[in-house]
């Protein structure tokens, strides 16, 4: 195996790891979220509407650390600054 | 399949300028929203018991009631700003959808002039309602020692709000292709309508976060 070779494998492995990691963190923190706007709803129906807004904006807040990592694993993929071409 | 994840590639050259595809895009949809928005104050105006006319005031009425749910008070200018951040990002989002158009917010370029924009405009608007020293002086509260903090936070939401937006469109752009090139015609459907939502969604955040950054900037005692 060329370093080349090397390099690509370690690159593809590690946004493998990158994605599974990035991934469960915010699976977790977004249930969490999911699960106390369903609580508060559950309590309050007639705050649905800013609770759902809330809801939305924390969702995507939290996903984004999942989007972090999803581009650092494309950058790993797709624009490897240490692979030749 | 061709994946393009990063870097534009060069259309043609204008003298000295590059015309990369992200740039036609972006103008055209830019062009097709002031289209709409001169027939719009042309219906408001002239017929205002027109479709074109209820649909503006639908649109303008939605967007001052969310900026006043957070600010906690109407605020034209900042309704204005937030207004045509959604309105742009969500129809560059939208003409994704579109076969052989890649969308403008695809692009890091792009979302980081956004969030530059938003950048600049939190001390325009904070100097602009509380003075220059009015507004310096939060970046010295509650403690002194906090300005380092108020520092990284200042920047690191810039940089978390394009890499948002860029990452969400980008991979939805990205899922849809790789399907198209493995599965075939109908399978990537489910996929392209979650990306509508993730489209509309991220527009929504990007607009809603913006007027929570500058509400925050510019008075203290809303709760923001």
């Known amino acids: 195996m060329t370093d080349q070779t090397v390099i690509q494998m370690a690159s593809i492995i590690a946004a493998g790891i990158t994605m599974a990691f990035g991934a469960v963190g915010a699976a977790i923190g977004e249930s969490k979220i999911a699960a106390a706007a369903m609580d508060a709803l559950a309590r309050q129906p007639d705050e649905s509407a800013s609770i759902t807004r809330t809801l939305f904006v924390s969702l995507a807040m939290v996903e984004s650390t999942a989007i972090f990592c999803l581009v650092i694993a494309l950058i790993l993929i797709f624009a490897n600054p240490f692979t030749a071409g | 399949m061709n994946v393009r994840v990063f870097g534009d590639p060069r259309l043609f050259e204008i003298g000295p300028v590059p015309i990369t595809e992200t740039m036609l895009s972006s103008l055209a949809v830019s062009a097709l929203l002031v289209f709409f928005a001169l027939w719009m104050r042309w219906a408001v105006a002239n017929r205002p018991d027109s479709l074109m006319a209820t649909l503006a005031r639908i649109i ?101 709000l394009a890499m948002r937006l860029f990452g969400n469109v980008m991979s939805g752009h990205l899922v849809v292709g790789l399907l198209v090139a493995l599965a075939g015609v109908l399978v990537p459907m489910p996929f392209m309508a979650l990306d509508l939502l993730i489209g509309m969604l991220q527009a929504y955040i990007f607009a809603i976060l913006s007027t929570l950054f500058i509400g925050a900037a510019i008075g203290p005692e809303e709760n923001a």
């Open chain 2, 60 to 160: 303008v009425q939605r967007i001052d009631q969310s900026v006043q749910d957070i600010l906690g008070k109407s605020n034209p200018a900042v309704a204005g700003m937030a207004g045509s951040l959604f309105l742009f990002i969500a129809a560059c989002n939208i003409s994704g959808q579109l076969p052989g158009v890649h969308p403008a917010t695809a692009s890091l370029a792009t979302t980081s002039a956004l969030a530059i924009v938003v950048f600049l405009t939190v001390p325009l608007a904070g100097v602009r309602a509380r003075g220059v020293g009015g507004y310096l002086k939060h970046y010295f509260s509650p403690n002194p020692l906090l300005f380092p903090l108020h520092m990284v936070s200042e920047i690191s939401r810039t940089v978390a």
